[in-house]
């Protein structure tokens, strides 16, 4: 367990917290199955620290907690006292449950494929399904051999919406590309990631989904270009003219709301997807960097044409948990 403290500008957590909500201090724990170096639970991490380092919270972390044990820290944390844990119950569901009901004090924000539980328990997942849209776009656009390989994790909801929304995007604009899916069975393995990716290369792809990190590797030795997913990859994993644009996900504004919410004694069960998707400044996607003028000027239009209409509501990016299969 450790503190930590990262600055982020006040500015920005000004726009995100109301006045009232910044009146004292509370503790939040993190705790998390990764190494806070692996991206997904980076993106809690972050954004926990940038509120420490701005003095609105004290912020103290366990990583990685296997699943058998989790249940055991969380209520540890919970009887220290701490007024907001975040965290992740994905296969702990039922039990991740059970502890928020015996701490009706503390509230919970917990990772989760179901919805928010009791008076005490929301939930959030991984919604940057609508930046995946946009980045198929641009896929569809660039390959030349029309045929696109998607590397990732493990073929869950969280993981499957993305994939099919680049798809989706994709097939947009170029109706005869075909896509190779495959999984790897970890959430970190960049040499096993690599591996497939090889393979998806040999099998004639020249586009990558890098969900996981060993793609962009793969990527740069065949000499093809790749997307990122949740960090920016393009300037976070050796990305450079290999990474054409990366699906980011902000945690800032949905665990500022949760603070804000605590701190009001306001906090209730809710579901927080609407706080990780673009409107409000949960998703985005990255700058094109030295793909900026590589990238057909057409496409660019219409990424940024349809992204307006998102942020607007005016265009819906539909949420597709099934499993993607591969078309070749």
């Not at 209409?309 to 499993?323: L, S, W, Y």
Request: net charge negative; glycine share 8%; hydrophobic share 45%.
């Amino acid at each position: 367990m450790k503190t930590a403290a990262w600055c982020v500008t006040a500015a920005f957590l000004l726009a995100l917290m109301p006045l009232s909500a910044m009146a004292e201090k509370i503790t939040v724990a993190g705790i998390y199955t990764q190494p806070i170096q692996q991206k997904w639970d980076a993106a809690l991490h972050r954004a926990l620290d940038s509120l420490a380092g701005q003095g609105e919270i004290d912020y103290v972390y366990s990583e990685k907690v296997a699943n058998t044990d989790y249940i055991r820290v969380l209520r540890e944390y919970a009887e220290s006292g701490v007024d907001l844990i975040v965290g992740e119950a994905f296969g702990i569901s039922r039990e991740a449950r059970k502890v928020a009901d015996d701490y009706p004090e503390v509230a919970f924000l917990m990772g989760d494929s179901f919805g928010p539980h009791g008076t005490n328990m929301s939930v959030f997942d991984n919604y940057i399904h609508e930046p995946c849209y946009l980045m198929g776009i641009i896929a569809g656009t660039m390959t030349t051999t029309n045929k696109i390989g998607m590397v990732g994790g493990y073929p869950i909801g969280e993981v499957n919406r993305l994939f099919n929304a680049f798809m989706a995007g994709a097939s947009s604009v170029n109706p005869d590309v075909a896509f190779k899916v495959s999984f790897i069975g970890s959430w970190y393995d960049p040499p096993k990631a690599k591996e497939f990716a090889y393979a998806q290369v040999e099998a004639g792809v020249d586009v990558l989904y890098a969900e996981r990190a060993g793609v962009v590797d793969a990527a740069r030795e065949k000499g093809i270009i790749a997307f990122g997913n949740v960090n920016d990859m393009n300037k976070e994993e050796n990305g450079t003219d290999v990474v054409v644009a990366s699906a980011l996900w902000h945690m800032e504004p949905a665990i500022s709301h949760a603070v804000a919410l605590v701190k009001a004694g306001e906090f209730t069960a809710e579901d927080y997807k609407e706080w990780t998707m673009m409107a409000k400044g949960g998703a985005s996607l990255s700058p094109y960097y030295e793909f900026e003028e590589r990238i057909p000027a057409a496409a660019k239009e219409q990424v940024e044409q349809i992204a307006a209409a998102i942020m607007a509501g005016e265009f819906v990016v539909e949420i597709n948990d099934e499993e993607p299969k591969s078309t070749f």
